[in-house]
């Protein structure tokens, strides 16, 4: 089939480079524009685009898909159907009606659950035993089309969210080329989701990513995989001061240790913080402006004013 693809980040490239490699023929790639990146805030391509330019194939950077040069363009490629992982934009009528089959979507949950934008951070979160991923037909509303094949995963209890959707990016990837091959041989229907069993996965703020002490030591712990690698959990530590009174946080290790929820217990070899039921075990620790290290290095350069509480 004649196929456009549609992705932006990292997570996208395997599955675009596992269509580039199948017969289907990808005629185009369509991608966000270029966004300002670093200190320089300098414009950088995305990871779908780079890609795109060392296969040799033609990338679109709509600045949104409604543009009707854009769906001029389209048109004129005469896709059978678009893949899209993880574009980012979201998709009018006019668009997805271009392409015979429609827009094909590669969503990192078993649709209906976690429909919206953090579907793994959100599986992490609740302490899901499996998650996967599914092929469904886009349409209006959000990840409620018809579907077409699912792939299931485990979920590890040490996997960050960054952990977890490696996994789905590389088995989804033979998903969605199995989807292609489904449509094009006409051996596979998309058939309507449950109406039982939706939940919902909006995107995680900053805000959501601080962590929570009063919480139990497993939900600390959910947090803090679920926000990493992004947007990153952290905590506040006034006991440092001004500067150093923020700081990010990795996975940590539940203990069967007791502290009051928040205090901090600096040893020789490690760092323990209280939870509402036991202590966890810190195990990276970056402070503003400083690289990440092991906790129990962080600490040994520490200035603390008085006991440390974290917030």
């Keep these: 089939m004649r196929v456009v693809f549609a992705g932006t980040p990292e997570v996208a490239l395997p599955s675009l480079d596992a269509i580039h490699a199948s ?19 300098r414009l950088v391509a995305s990871p779908v685009a780079q890609r795109a330019e060392e296969l040799g194939i033609p990338v679109l950077k709509p600045s949104h898909p409604r543009d009707p040069d854009f769906q001029e363009t389209l048109r004129g490629l005469e896709p059978d159907t678009c893949p899209v992982v993880a574009y980012g934009a979201l998709l009018p009528q006019s668009a997805l009606d271009i392409p015979t089959h429609g827009w094909i979507n590669l969503h990192f949950s078993l649709l209906p659950a976690w429909r919206g934008a953090a579907p793994v951070q959100h ?4 302490g899901d035993e499996f998650t996967g991923a599914t092929t469904f037909r886009i349409v209006p509303e959000l990840d409620a089309g018809p579907t077409f094949g699912v792939m299931t995963e485990r979920i590890r209890p040490t996997d960050t969210s960054g952990d977890l959707l490696d996994r789905l990016a590389q088995g989804g990837a033979s998903l969605l080329v199995a989807t292609l091959d489904g449509i094009e041989l006409g051996q596979i229907e998309a058939r309507p989701q449950p109406l039982d069993g939706v939940t919902l996965a909006p995107k995680i703020s900053v805000d959501d990513a601080r962590i929570v002490w009063s919480e139990p030591a497993v939900g600390v712990d959910r947090r803090i995989r679920a926000c990493t690698p992004a947007p990153g959990a952290w905590t506040s530590l006034p006991g440092l001061g001004e500067e150093g009174s923020r700081v990010k946080l990795g996975p940590v290790t539940v203990t069967s240790e007791s502290l009051p929820a928040g205090h901090v217990e600096i040893s020789k070899n490690e760092v323990l913080v209280g939870t509402a039921s036991t202590a ?4 990276l620790v970056k402070a503003f402006g400083k690289k990440e290290t092991p906790a129990a290095d962080w600490a040994r350069g520490l200035r603390v004013e008085g006991d440390l509480v974290a917030e």
């Design 123 to 126: 599986s992490v979160w609740a």
């Design 23 to 41: 017969p289907h023929e990808v005629v185009a790639v369509v991608t966000r524009p270029d966004a300002p990146a670093g200190r320089g805030r």
């Design 280 to 283: 966890v075990r810190l195990g």
